[in-house]
């Protein structure tokens, strides 16, 4: 019956999983989880058992992430049955030696998550075994285990002594525990300096008063480590809410000479668990001369001095050295802008420098001036940083400051605050930036187009069209292009600009040819072809090269028509054909069979081999069936029979998974053409890569 059920769970999720990958990953599983819970839990362990074990340990990996899913699920809350269960099956397969070691490796990893009280005698008995790897894995499962068994099985394995790396090894098992009644054994382990640092650490962490008290004893005799454990045990004691004993042993140690890595993780957990105390502690680290007490003391002021932090440190900041200055200033916050400002008289250029940075973070209008200035005339780095501060600073009075300053004062200044407004989005300052860019000033008006780029939207194009066809604001045509590459009705746009160009004067419609690429669709396209029929030469010339630059596959046909007609020169017909060219081989979003017909085209079309050529190589880029059957013929070409055989190698690498067959084909043909031994060599070698 439990087999017939199987059968039929197997069945359900084969029809419920379609990929195959999947499959392998998923439904054994699913099907172990429903072994589980149909009762066949040991049958299911003992199946997998000899693929845990399986020769080759990549025949391994599948077996041991479905066991381990099982841990998962049944170590999840709520499931205790569950996990009794299973946590008894896989103790009994780790306790029984006639399971091959790589299983009962696997085995016992699982019960770290699973393991509890039921699976401490199997861990035990391997814990005293001669096995290294499953000791090792025994032990760490015992660390995890919550049974009170447990941590006496980890004592008793540390009476018995061993070789320094494995009672270091159990004396980590029981600081992790916080075994409390290990105390008097780790604390034998201080007098060996091998075990002297781990054994510190582990009575940190189990923390009790006895702990504690043998700690100071070691920390009094410079045992390794002890001074650390010590600052270690006082941030748990605070996260365990005991602020007094952890108050206790701050002081005392703050009071040792200790090393600067402890001193500082002391100061902080003094400033958690007794800030009055620590805040002159925090001032004198701060004004000393060591960097790393130094930047403790910041962390430590933010705890102890909380929402007044800004303010304590403007206070102290007269007396700082550089180094804490640099510090303090990336800590303040909107109220000490008037502090910030002076520190950009600094003599140190660093602290210039974050001083700038700072004003990003916190300035507001006051700020917007000597950030202009620093943004307008200054060196590199701090031109750099403060044009970046101008874009980020967000304080009351700050874009109002920047109008206003964009009208008036040097040019580069203006320029600056000009930038300053595009970077920050300022969509409202559009109006001044359109008559800022008709301004005589070439640094100002180039930086109004740089931000009415930016900024304009739909509603600015026609505006902006206008300044670049004055031909008065060389940086216009850029601004446009830029407005037109990120509107969202392109077809009503390109309605606007076809009927600006239609009125406009002939020398002024080329202009507006490069926006209307940029701007893609249907109606600019249209607008764009009725213009190549003008008897201007120029616009006529401006049109066909703007066309040929079009962005999408629609163009292909009217290009096309221009390079078969006779009056077309030679000139315009390689270029609109090497537009076509372009766009085969470029639009993987067009049907493979429209690419193709337009290469030929260009081939059958074209008067110069290399306009022929270059359509060639685009078949190449079609990883079609279809495309085999029109290169094959080209490879009895005279002229070209080499490019096609080139091609040819290239689509063969394309197709050699999908359509292997085809490729085959292709490979056949081109071994049996008029080409060289070279090309024949990667024809072959295409199908193997």
Known sequence: MANLEMTSIQMIFQRLIPNQFMKRLLIPVALLAFAFAAGASEQAVNDLIPRLAAPRIEDRMAPQNELQAVAAKASRPGAEAERLALARILAAKAADSSVPQPARVWIVRQLEYVGAVESVPALTSLLGGEDVELRECARRALAENSAAEAGKSLREALAKGGEAAWRIGLLDALGQRGEASAVSQVAKELGDPATAQVASLALGRIGTEAAIAELWKAADNNVAGADEALAESAGILATKGQMKNAETICTRLWKKEIATPIRATVLVTLAQVAPREAKPLIQDALAGSDTRLQTAAISAAQIAFGKSTSTTLVEWYPKLNPAARLLVLRELDSSAEKLVLGALA????????????????????????????????????????????????????????????????????????????????????????????????????????????????????????????????????????????????????????????????????????????????????????????????????????????????????????????????????????????????????????????????????????????????????????????????????????????????????????????????????????????????????????
């Open 346 to 689: 600094d003599p140190d250029e660093s602290i210039r420098l974050v001083a700038l940075e700072t004003l990003g973070r916190i300035g507001g209008g006051a700020s917007v001036s000597v950030l202009l200035e620093s943004a307008a005339g200054s060196p590199a780095p701090a031109q750099k940083i403060a044009s970046a501060s101008l874009a980020r600073v967000s304080g009351p009075g700050v874009d109002a400051a920047l109008q206003k300053l964009a009208g008036r004062g040097e040019p580069n200044s203006r320029a600056a605050a000009i930038r300053a407004m595009g970077d920050r989005s300022q969509v409202s300052a559009v109006p001044a930036l359109l008559k800022y860019a008709t301004e005589t000033n070439k640094v100002v008006a180039a930086a109004a187009c740089a931000s009415l780029g930016k900024l304009g939207g739909e509603s600015d194009v026609e505006p902006v069209a206008r300044l670049a066809m004055s031909g008065n604001v060389p940086d216009a045509e850029a601004a446009l292009e830029s407005i037109l590459s990120r509107v969202e009705n392109k077809d009503a746009v390109a309605l606007k600009i076809a009927a600006l160009a239609r009125k406009a004067e002939n020398s002024q419609v080329p202009i507006l040819f490069g926006a209307m690429t940029a701007l893609g669709g249907s109606a600019a396209m249209q607008a764009l072809i009725e213009k190549i029929s003008s008897p201007d030469a120029g616009v006529k010339d401006a049109a066909i090269r703007a066309l040929a630059n079009w962005p999408e596959f629609a163009a292909v046909n009217p290009l096309l028509e221009i390079g078969a007609k006779p009056d077309t020169s030679k000139a315009h017909q390689a270029l609109v054909l090497r537009g076509v060219t372009r766009l085969a081989r470029s639009s993987e979003q067009a049907a493979a069979a429209d690419r193709i017909r337009a290469a030929q085209a260009v081939i059958k079309t074209a008067q110069r081999n290399e306009e022929k050529k270059d359509a060639v190589a685009a078949l190449g880029s079609i990883a079609s069936a279809e495309t085999v059957a029109a290169l094959t013929p080209m490879l009895t070409d005279s002229v070209l029979k080499a490019d096609a055989a080139q091609a040819g190698v290239n689509l063969a690498r394309a197709l050699r998974r999908g359509n292997r067959r085809a490729a085959e084909d292709l490979v056949k043909a081109i071994s049996a053409a008029d080409v060289s031994a070279e090309l024949k060599q990667k024809a072959e070698a295409a199908l193997s890569r």
